[in-house]
């Protein structure tokens, strides 16, 4: 490992000691948010989990309807039918946060009920239940949207702050730990020299 | 294409998302994959919050989808198509596990 080129002083010295310091907590808080951040990505993931299988399993049934209902139908009939929709689908949107990460917060917009939006006397039976499975599906794949987002966003942000805690712990602090043995073992090097070199001096002295 | 802009669109081919019109979601019917990934671009730029994706689609644009993949909005969230589910999802999901945490331990008694 590549060691820290620092000059022996005191300073240096008292100047790593703060790095370290500093390094060591951060080290632990880092650490602290990583078990943290992977303790609730996991009840999000399962919750993910659950809500994806439910969803597809709906909206499969959904779609296998509506190819029934073409099937039924003439195409222009069904396009004509479906393209105006009753209202707009709509979301409030607002932002929220998991241990300072910013993700979003769907909502679907207040519901007034579903209806078709066409009449009924061009289109199937089998239309009208695709459509109403599609609308029953849909809070939850807004639902399904969010906590998706909030794993997407957890699982990048736990993988950048495992890297971080691993570079503190085996990189930057066994770094400084060596810097600050090196200058010790330096300064504690010069301060025998000097020992010697007064007791040398005495005895010169003192034999004259 | 849609009547009045909503926060929600919806990509992917014809029969998979006429019926999400029905319930005003904004629908482009679209299965190319670059155009799907230079309409993904625009659509976030127009800030839709929400963005369906079906399968397939999901699985080609994952360039496009991966720029977004770790900012807030929009979220690009796959959806099964008219053929059913395929996996990609699920997949996805296992890959984030993976990233997180470094073993799979969510599907891990399924297998």
Known sequence: MASLQVKPTRMELSNLKKKRKVAVRGHKLMKDKRDEMVRRFILYVRQNQALRKQVEEKLAAAMQAFVLARASMSAEAIEEALCYPARPASIEVGTQYVLSI???QLKLAEDQ?????????????ELDGAVQAFAEVLPMLIQLAEVEKICNRLADEIEKTRR????????????????????TMKLDENERGNLTRLMKTKD???NR | MAGKKG????????????????VGLDVYDETDPDKASRLIHRLARE?????????????ACSEAVDQYKSETFPAIIPIPDSHGSSGVAMANIKANVEKAIGADILFAEEN
């Open chain 1, 204 to 206: 010169m002295i003192a």
């Open chain 1, 102 to 104: 910013s993700v979003p």
């Open chain 2, 47 to 59: 800030e839709y919050k929400v963005i369906f994706l079906t399968e397939p689609l999901f699985a």
């Open chain 1, 113 to 125: 009920g579903f209806d078709y939006p066409y009449g009924f006397m061009t289109t199937s039976a």
């Open chain 2, 7 to 22: 926060d929600l669109a919806i990509i992917g081919d014809r029969d998979s998302v006429l019926l999400a019109k029905a």
């Open chain 1, 164 to 183: 971080r805690v691993n570079a503190l712990e085996y990189v930057m602090i066994p770094q400084f730990d060596e810097a600050i043995r090196a200058i």
